[in-house]
Each structure stands twice: as structure tokens, then as C-alpha cells.
């Protein structure tokens, strides 16, 4: 379910909508450093509750799109990389945008009426990846059909590093991760109600069918123990981007 082996073809084949956000991710990163008019862009997409209440709407989802450092982009394409693709494929492409961007925006609202005018300026998609938590937490109370008990126990583990993060890093908005994840979880009884679990889906093998692998457990036989061992030492290199980025 977050063990990911395919090639960047199969993946951007699989995945359209996660590879078109980090592509977002990417190339507003460099026309914020690197282009000219990054300044602008910045400062006309960054959140800033002033701004959203002198009616600069806009600024409660351009956030989503935007990051301050290497390490913050890294770590927010890197997560949304793992943990996406099984809820894009389970979903389907729109559910998955709408919820992704549903979450952001809840994210933003949260952040303007509870951190007030004063709030500093904020950006990131963490509030919108934590929204797809949301749902995985949905899954794991409400839906057990859809994760199996070693994909709820590692969904239980990241969750509980992310709030941990959450709360002891200083300039990390609170309000942003804990209400991307309540809008995410509220959504996730009318998004999952037609879904099926990741693992009833393979990709064909010309790459543009969508099937049910009836050779899915033995080939999870033979990647099982690798698949784990990269998974956790990719989840640890996330968590140290993420603490550095925070730091630098």
C-alpha cells in the first residue's frame, strides 16, 4: 500500500494527479528562488490572515502550492509520494484532487479564525496531506475492510510522529495540520463509500487499464521484507528532512 516499486513512467502513468502536484511543487519552488517574479509570486500566494480579510480570498489555497525551503519541499513531495497513490487509485483522480484541496482549504480556514490577524505568514501542503491522514484514520476506525492490520499499525505509527512533529517544532502551524486532518476524516465517509482496497487494483500491463491481480500475495511474498526495510529507512529520512528543515 505505501511500498512503491514502479518506474517514473509507471508512476506518472498511475499516478497523474500526485505527479502533477509535485510537479506544482517543484516549479513554484524554483520561480520563487531562482525566476524572475518569484517575489511576486510569493507574496501574492503565501497565507496571510491580514491579506485574507482585507478579501484576498485566494490566499486560503495558494499556500497549498507553495514551500520556504529544499527541505520543507522535499518533505511534503516525499510524503505526498507515499502516502497518495493508494488513495488517488482507491478514490479515483477526482475524489482524491478534491479531497487533497478540500483539506488545504479547511487547513487555511482553520488557520485564519483560530490563529487570527496577527498570524504570521504560513505556507505548505502539509495541511492538505494531512488530510489524506484524515482519511487513513477514517479507514483504520471505520473501515477496516479497505487496510490490512500491518498497513494500520505502520498508518498508526506515521501519525502519531507527525503530531509529535506537530507540536514540538516551533514554527510549524498547529492549526493547519490538526484541521487538514479533521477535513480529511470528515470527508472520508462520503469519498470511501463506493472504494475498494488497494491491493484489488494492479496496473496492466500496457499501462493504461486498470485490474484486479489475482497473483497480488505471492508476489507480496517475494517483495514483503525488502519493500519494509526501504519503506522505514524512506519514512526515517523523512522525519530527519523534516526536523533539519525546521532547524535550517
Known sequence: M???NESFYTFRRSYPIITALVFIHIALFVWIHLLPGGAWVYATGVGFNLAVSQGEY???ITPVFLHVSIGHLVFNSFALVIFGPALERMLGKGKFLFVYLLSGFIANVATYYLGGLAYPYHLGASGAIFGLFGIFVYMVIY????IDPANTQ???????IGLVMTFLSSNINVFAHLFGMI??????PIVLAKAR???A???AAD????????NRWKKRRFTKGIGKKILWVGLGLLIAIGILSRLF
Open 154 to 160: 505502520l498508518v498508526i505509527t506515521i501519525i502519531i
Open 207 to 214: 499501462d493504461r487499464q486498470v485490474r484486479f491481480d489475482p
Open 143 to 146: 473501515r477496516k475492510d479497505l
Open 58 to 60: 485566494w490566499r486560503l
Open 183 to 188: 477535513g480529511g476524516a470528515a470527508l472520508a
Open 201 to 203: 487494483f494492479a496496473v
Open 197 to 199: 482496497p488497494f491491493y
Open 2 to 4: 505505501f511500498i512503491r
